[in-house]
């Protein structure tokens, strides 16, 4: 199980990239989260531009067989969303940590209670 | 409730599979991926653990009787050696459970259940049984293995005597099988790709799993799981009990009219018959996605002003097509092949089209 060491991790199996300035941050999901899962064939994620609290959903991943909610890490905005994702789904499996990235967020604010680290979060999936 | 176990369980883990628990058995889910399980079936042959699955053996002079009485389909046309899909009927006309019936000879049939309805339909059967036939529950006795894809003869008849491309669709054989003794050889399956459906002894379930493993070897034989069943039963328009069947559904209402035959007397034939001339209120149909997004069970269904019209059965992303596809029920005067419906996808109506089944 890969689970890099420079990352971030929240509960629900989404990892955070935060910038050296802090002011932004990628966003995905585990490698863990997308072996669950199986075969990703749809990422939708409608909410660019939007100011969304730590907690709620910013969108869904959708394998052949199951439906999950994709939950914001932090307090932000998405100022942007992989593009590549709409034709090549199967990144998230292939690469969840390179080109499966799934949003990148303004921070709002520097609350990071949310967040665990690579030993904390293997921990967590038993790993 | 407990978890019950397949013999093979431990086989399935130590291939990689992914466990769940499905009709109270822990059964493999994939192991691999899902997609790649069902290219193989569709384009080689790959192998299926369908233990869980029901089996009760119906014997001596009323054996034909209850089967007829119980069921909607008319046993009294098979064969020996023939199979035939049916339906339990219950007396407001809902299935109680979809079958396949299988006449060994005269007086001697067995049928096959779904893992989730064997109590319910072990019940029913005696219950009904006026007859003084012979009920015995094989379930755990026999072990179902299911060999489908365009390879699987070729895959298998270095392991039988049993002339596999000459068995018609829906007979069986009972002969030896990779030295076991009789294995039901049947030319059925849940897939739409072809192959055979394998019943035999339980205690020999590692002997008959592994030779099949070798032979499959050089055709790209690979253990499929029953995520990949479901989205090769789905393409193909096959129902599932418990998402497009149910006690409250009736065969006309699914769609098979051409297993409920009124030649015979049945439990529930009355209300069919009322239901045949009176019309049916909604019916299964399938539909593939104009839009993007993924149908799944218990979606609704909407027309074009947002009004509820039906609702999702099945539903997934098509692994051949790739797009999302799913059956449902519909009131009928919607229910045309390419009328325009919309599946409400996280509050949001998703255009789709009405097709004739089967979808792939």
């Known amino acids: 199980m890969n689970i890099p060491e420079d990352l971030k991790y929240t509960k629900d199996h989404e990892w955070v990239r935060i910038s050296e300035d802090g002011q932004t941050a990628l966003i995905g999901i585990t490698d863990f989260a997308q072996q669950e899962l199986g075969d990703i064939v749809y990422v939708e994620i409608e909410t660019e531009g939007e100011d969304i609290a730590g907690g709620e959903i910013f969108g869904t991943v959708e394998a052949v067989k199951t439906v999950s909610d994709l939950f914001m890490p932090l307090n932000g905005t998405v100022i942007e969303v992989n593009e590549d994702l709409e034709q090549s789904p199967e990144a998230v499996n292939e690469d969840p940590y390179g080109k499966g990235w799934m949003i990148k967020i303004q921070l709002q604010d520097a609350d990071q209670s949310n967040l665990i680290d690579h030993q904390q979060y293997a921990s967590l999936i038993g790993s | ?360």
Request: charged content about 20%; some cysteine.
């Open chain 2, 1 to 360: 409730m407990e978890l019950k176990q397949i013999p093979l369980a431990q086989t399935h883990r130590e291939l990689g599979a992914r466990m769940a628990t499905f009709a109270g058995f822990e059964m493999p889910i994939r192991y691999t991926s899902l997609v790649e399980e069902h290219m193989t079936v569709r384009e080689r042959v790959g192998i299926f653990d369908v233990s869980h699955m029901g089996e009760f053996l119906i014997t001596g002079a009323g054996a034909l009787d209850l089967i007829q009485y119980t069921t909607c389909n008319d046993a009294s046309k098979l064969s020996d050696g023939q199979a035939q899909y049916s339906c339990f009927i219950n007396q407001q006309g809902g299935i109680i459970d979809d079958l396949l019936v299988y006449k060994i000879e005269q007086d001697h049939y067995l049928t096959v259940v779904n893992a989730s309805n064997i109590d319910k339909d072990w019940e029913w059967l005696n219950q009904q049984n006026a007859f003084g036939a012979t009920l015995t529950n094989l379930s755990p006795d026999i072990c179902l293995f299911a060999v489908q894809g365009p390879l699987a003869a070729k895959t298998l008849q270095g392991l039988t005597e049993v002339a596999l491309d000459s068995q018609k669709y829906y007979t069986f054989s009972i002969g030896t099988f990779a030295g076991v003794q009789d294995v039901i050889i049947s030319a059925t399956g849940y897939t739409g790709s072809g192959g055979y459906e394998l019943y035999l002894p339980a205690k020999h379930a590692a002997k008959v799993w592994d030779a099949i493993c070798e032979q499959g070897k050089s055709f790209g034989l690979k253990p499929i799981g029953l995520g990949a069943r479901d989205t090769l039963r789905l393409e193909k328009g096959y129902c599932l009990y418990g998402n497009d069947l149910s006690d409250e559904t009736t065969p006309l209402e699914a769609g098979l009219g051409w297993i409920t035959k009124f030649s015979k007397s049945f439990v529930g034939a009355d209300i069919l018959q009322g239901q045949k001339e009176g019309g049916i209120s909604k019916k299964l149909i399938g539909f593939t996605m104009e839009d993007r997004g993924i149908p799944r069970k218990d979606y609704r269904i909407l027309d074009r002003s947002g009004d509820e019209i039906g609702v999702v059965t099945s539903g997934s992303q098509s692994p051949c097509l790739g797009i999302g596809i799913g059956m449902g029920y519909i009131r009928i005067e919607n229910a045309g092949i390419d009328n325009e419906i919309f599946i409400e996808i996280r509050n949001k109506p998703v255009k789709a089209i009405i097709k004739k089944l089967p979808l792939v």
